[in-house]
């Protein structure tokens, strides 16, 4: 069993789990630029500012629960490591209820979440007055979004992402089609983007839904007492209030990352978040491997097979340094034009290259980082994940106390790459015993 285990790990395995999330991760900005750019036709500021906040605001609000997707991963290819056949298609059911409960929560709640959006961020009266009809259209979308996240989690841990593109594609092919149908033909401005992406959400979750349709070939699906099981929910509630209180912590350091740049001025401010995007370009690029590591470590710990472990760990690491490689490479060599076209502002643009090596340095310096996330995903090692991120961003809050007095913005861009370290070094000391996790 365990040396089956091992050869069926393989590099092409390994791409065949990653390469449809790099290509379904491709897809996430074409969207964004086709909602602006319907949006723009209408030859008004606010709709464009409108549609951008109100997205803003409830990706933030989803992002809470994507937990859920990391979550049901881990549990999941452990459980198909065990063979546990029920408990792999209990934790579907689980989370799209749990997505259910959340959804129909935030439809609820709502209004006071945009309006305390709204004092965190104020904008234009009219800016805030179109992107409130936005949100109060697509916020009824909300149990499918959170839902998807389940999905996505559930077919990455049976190394199904392949379908994960279908939906991805499906749905923002389906979004931009309605886009324009409703605001360049039928004239419904930022009401029709909102309509577009409800159907599109609901849409997604219906085709996820069909192609998670063998799961419900069987009578697991409806066994409550297994699914409603009180050691297995709160298993799942532990793992999960560590992953979120770990991706809060996470989030935090990244939004605490913009807010210090305001300090050095508009300029620097444009410069940093046109920046970011590099190493947005970066975490998408690495999900996929990130992704390959969670479905077959966590495999490799149901099975209890060490070997296959670190042979799981050793392959999606390899193409992880591949790709930061290419990466980099990339953006030595054409950083400089990407930020041209990114912006026209000539103080921008300058200031951009000046930081320029921050962000070919990233992808080397904090690639560990993102795999070992993935490896202690997998592993359902969360609580490790949380006390790591703790003192991760212990060493981040010291690192700009001490970097950004003596050398500014290069002291910021300092105390993130302190934070990869960091988080790197935390994780990778308790690697030894996740290993233990996955002994024969």
Not at 14 to 32: D, Y
Not at 138 to 151: C, D, E, H, S
Not at 207 to 231: Q, S, T
Request: glycine residues 8%; contains cysteine; proline residues 3%.
């Amino acid at each position: 069993m365990a040396d089956s285990t091992v050869a069926s790990i393989t590099h092409r395995r390994v791409l065949k789990i990653a390469v449809p999330i790099v290509l379904s991760n491709a897809t996430v900005p074409i969207l964004g630029v086709v909602d602006t750019g319907v949006v723009g036709q209408l030859g008004e500021a606010a709709p464009i500012g409108a549609v951008g906040i109100g997205a803003v605001i409830l990706t933030a609000v989803y992002w809470f629960f994507g937990f859920l997707r990391m979550g049901t991963a881990g549990m999941t290819s452990q459980a198909r490591g065990q063979n546990d056949r029920g408990e792999v298609v209990a934790l579907l059911a689980r989370s799209i209820l749990i997505a259910s409960v959340a959804g129909f929560g935030l439809i609820m709640l709502h209004i006071p979440l945009i309006q305390l959006a709204f004092l965190v961020a104020p904008a234009s009266p009219a800016v805030e007055s179109l992107a409130m009809e936005y949100i109060q259209i697509r916020v009824f979308a909300a149990p499918a979004a959170i839902a998807l996240y389940g999905i996505t989690g559930w077919l990455v841990a049976l190394e199904r992402t392949r379908a994960i593109l279908i939906v991805q594609l499906f749905m923002n092919g389906l979004n931009i089609a309605l886009d324009v149908v409703f605001v360049l033909w039928l004239d419904y401005g930022v009401e029709g983007v909102a309509v577009a992406t409800l159907i599109a959400e609901w849409s997604g979750l219906i085709l996820g839904v069909w192609l998670c349709r063998d799961a419900f070939a069987n009578g697991h699906w409806r066994n409550w007492p297994w699914i409603f099981d009180r050691g297995r929910l709160k298993r799942m509630a532990r793992v999960n209030t560590d992953i979120m209180i770990r991706s809060v912590l996470l989030e935090a350091a990244f939004v605490s990352f913009l807010f210090l740049a305001a300090d050095f001025g508009d300029v620097t401010l444009a410069a940093n978040q046109v920046l970011l995007q590099f190493v947005h370009v970066t975490a998408f690029s690495l999900d996929g491997f990130a992704f390959a590591a969670e479905a077959l470590v966590g495999l490799s710990v149901g099975s209890r097979t060490r070997a296959a472990l670190r042979k799981a760990v050793k392959l999606s690491c390899i193409w992880a340094m591949v790709t930061v490689l290419v990466v980099a490479g990339g953006f030595a060599l054409f950083g400089a034009t990407v930020i041209d076209l990114l912006t026209t502002s000539p103080e921008v643009r300058s200031e951009s290259r000046l930081f320029l090596p921050w962000v070919i340095a990233a992808p080397i310096i904090g690639w560990p980082s993102w795999m070992l996330d993935g490896i202690f995903i997998g592993a359902m090692r969360t609580r490790d994940m949380r006390n790591a991120m703790f003192v991760s961003i212990l060493f981040y809050g010291a690192a700009v106390w001490i970097l950004i007095p003596i050398f500014g913005n290069h002291g910021l861009w300092m105390s993130m790459m302190v934070f990869y370290v960091a988080r790197a070094v935390t994780l990778g000391s308790r690697y030894p015993a996740l290993e233990n996790t996955a002994s024969a």
